[in-house]
């Protein structure tokens, strides 16, 4: 093995199953884990308990002035992020965080914090990372890279299952016109869009169980 830490890239678009696998896959080889994701989702959050949300704005300059006094920790032995020193939990996955998220991810400035944040990241021998542009922007050289896709139906019935494990009730067709909106943001922002890194392994993962998408995974590794 190399003297610099191993990292495995995976990308794709929400609920294409990139966290269960990234984490998997990390607890498989006894890697570090990252989801860019809930970076983004922990800014908005703050945003929105800081009130930076106005009805059809956002007030920037408070934003930019919090994140410049703001950081991100992993505990590269339990795996947790903290940002400001509080761990990240499950309010981040709300239906009113999913709503807004996308509109922070495409800020300019947020982009370049976050990238800075998950390069100045301590981690110890591998690192398994999950986002919209890991492969193409955050680690451009990663070792191994995975693009995650699936049908929009696979992917509005995983968030709904998800969902209605957390008794949350939300209807089909809302999850539907979020998931769309999301993809259309994604791709079409114009700093780090959603697209599929060059020499990466694309996978379908609509009729694939975890466990078969886990072994394509690992069979790439050896």
Same mark, same amino acid.
């Given at each position: 093995?190399?003297? #610099?830490?191993?990292?495995?890239?995976?990308?794709?678009?929400?609920?294409?199953?990139?966290?269960?696998?990234?984490?998997?896959?990390? /607890?498989?080889?006894?890697?570090?884990?990252?989801?860019?994701?809930?970076?983004?989702?922990?800014?908005?959050?703050?945003?929105? *308990? %800081?009130?930076?949300?106005?009805?059809?704005?956002? #007030?920037? /300059?408070?934003?930019?002035?919090?994140? %410049?006094?703001?950081?991100?920790?992993?505990?590269? *032995?339990?795996?947790?992020?903290?940002?400001?020193?509080?761990?990240?939990?499950?309010?981040i996955r709300s239906h009113s965080v999913s709503e807004k998220v996308s509109v922070i991810a495409k800020i300019p400035f947020v982009r370049s914090f976050v990238l800075n944040q998950l390069r100045l990241l301590k981690i110890s021998k591998g690192l398994v990372?999950?986002?919209?542009?890991?492969?193409?922007?955050?680690?451009?050289?990663?070792?191994?890279?995975?693009?995650?896709?699936?049908?929009?139906?696979?992917?509005?019935?995983?968030?709904?299952?998800?969902?209605?494990?957390? *008794?949350?009730?939300?209807?089909?067709?809302?999850?539907?016109?979020?998931?769309?909106?999301?993809?259309?943001?994604?791709?079409?922002?114009?700093?780090?869009?959603?697209?599929?890194?060059?020499?990466?392994?694309?996978?379908?993962?609509? /009729?694939?169980?975890?466990?078969?998408?886990?072994?394509?995974?690992? /069979?790439?590794?050896?």
């Open positions: 093995m190399s003297s #610099k830490p191993i990292v495995i890239s995976i990308d794709g678009f929400a609920s294409t199953g990139k966290s269960t696998l990234a984490k998997k896959i990390s /607890n498989h080889l006894e890697y570090n884990y990252v989801d860019t994701g809930s970076i983004y989702r922990a800014i908005t959050l703050f945003s929105i *308990n %800081n009130g930076f949300f106005e009805p059809d704005s956002i #007030k920037l /300059n408070l934003l930019k002035e919090a994140l %410049n006094e703001s950081s991100f920790v992993l505990n590269s *032995n339990s795996n947790e992020l903290y940002f400001n020193d509080n761990k990240l939990d499950e309010e990372i999950e986002g919209r542009d890991i492969g193409t922007v955050v680690f451009p050289n990663a070792n191994y890279k995975f693009f995650f896709n699936a049908s929009i139906d696979t992917r509005v019935d995983r968030r709904w299952n998800e969902m209605i494990k957390k *008794n949350i009730k939300i209807s089909k067709t809302k999850i539907k016109e979020n998931i769309i909106s999301r993809d259309k943001t994604d791709k079409n922002r114009k700093i780090s869009p959603l697209i599929v890194p060059k020499d990466s392994i694309q996978i379908d993962t609509s /009729n694939l169980t975890i466990e078969e998408v886990f072994d394509i995974i690992i /069979n790439h590794l050896k």
